[in-house]
């Protein structure tokens, strides 16, 4: 049992690591840089010998990359392959090992495991993500970004929102609240806004809140990132919280 508990917190702990570093499309903020990677399980999955090649894992064992193949050896990022709609592969360098080419989806927040192990910022311009007009009825600026993260911002005149979603197969309705756990442990609550649900693919029931932010709330937001949230009982955790802060910067800039 207690090797169980050990197991779970190192997932749990190579998640929270990894997650405020994923970078979205803005992967090209990597290039040059030192960077580990952190497991996530028994296996590293997404390492490679060659590029495009599924099957062919670096260091292969029964399909995979086995993790003590790479633990604690320090790549450089020195180009990217293969890119499509979805993904491509990072080219990492390490001298011990050479070349390896690392599977990255550009969707899939939680898959991403990639740690710089120096100091690290988007470098790209991530306010290319946020869409900006003005409103001809009312003549106040609007503001909307990227839906590819979990957490969600925009912005009408002065007023700016956040939207919180996650799913669950069980089914509760009529709840009310939500609460942001921010990287600096500050907490942002609001308790008598509703929480919609309605019915996605494969039997989940999804939640979402939509939250007016108060001068507070804003502040806190500027000083730290979101880590994660809770809608009623439903957790969800934030595998995007250095860029979406960016993003928050983008929304409130005029």
């Known amino acids: 049992m207690k090797k169980l508990l050990s197991l779970l917190f190192l997932l749990l702990l190579s998640n929270a690591v990894t997650a405020q570093y994923f970078p979205g499309k803005h992967y090209r903020s990597f290039l040059g840089k030192k960077v580990k990677i952190v497991t996530k399980g028994l296996y590293y999955y997404d390492v490679h010998k060659k590029p495009n090649s599924r099957s062919k894992h670096y260091a292969e064992v029964d399909g995979h990359t086995p993790k003590e193949a790479l633990e604690n050896k320090v790549f450089m990022v020195?180009?990217?392959?293969?890119?499509?709609?979805?993904?491509?592969?990072?080219?990492?360098?390490?001298?011990?090992?050479?070349?390896?080419?690392?599977?990255?989806?550009?969707?899939?927040?939680?898959?991403?495991?990639?740690?710089?192990?120096?100091?690290?910022?988007?470098?790209?311009?991530?306010?290319?993500?946020?869409?900006?007009?003005?409103?001809?009825?009312?003549?106040?600026?609007?503001?909307?970004?990227?839906?590819?993260?979990?957490?969600?911002?925009?912005?009408?005149?002065?007023?700016?929102?956040?939207?919180?979603?996650?799913?669950?197969?069980?089914?509760?309705?009529?709840?009310?609240?939500?609460?942001?756990?921010?990287?600096?442990?500050?907490?942002?609550?609001?308790?008598?806004?509703?929480?919609?649900?309605?019915?996605?693919?494969?039997?989940?029931?999804?939640?979402?809140?939509?939250?007016?932010?108060?001068?507070?709330?804003?502040?806190k937001l500027k000083k730290s990132y979101v880590t994660d949230y809770r809608l009623y009982i439903f957790d969800e955790s934030v595998n995007s919280g250095k860029i979406c802060k960016k993003l928050f910067e983008c929304i409130l800039s005029n």
Do not use: H
């Open 78 to 219: 020195i180009g990217f392959e293969g890119e499509t709609t979805f993904g491509l592969f990072f080219v990492l360098s390490n001298a011990e090992i050479g070349k390896v080419y690392y599977e990255y989806s550009l969707y899939s927040e939680i898959l991403f495991d990639l740690v710089p192990v120096e100091d690290f910022d988007f470098k790209d311009d991530v306010c290319s993500e946020v869409n900006s007009w003005i409103d001809k009825f009312t003549g106040e600026i609007r503001k909307t970004m990227s839906t590819n993260y979990n957490v969600y911002f925009s912005r009408n005149g002065n007023d700016i929102y956040t939207i919180l979603k996650t799913k669950s197969k069980t089914l509760v309705v009529g709840k009310k609240g939500a609460t942001m756990l921010l990287e600096d442990g500050s907490k942002i609550k609001d308790t008598e806004t509703e929480i919609d649900v309605k019915t996605v693919d494969d039997g989940y029931y999804e939640y979402s809140v939509v939250i007016r932010l108060t001068p507070e709330d804003i502040e």
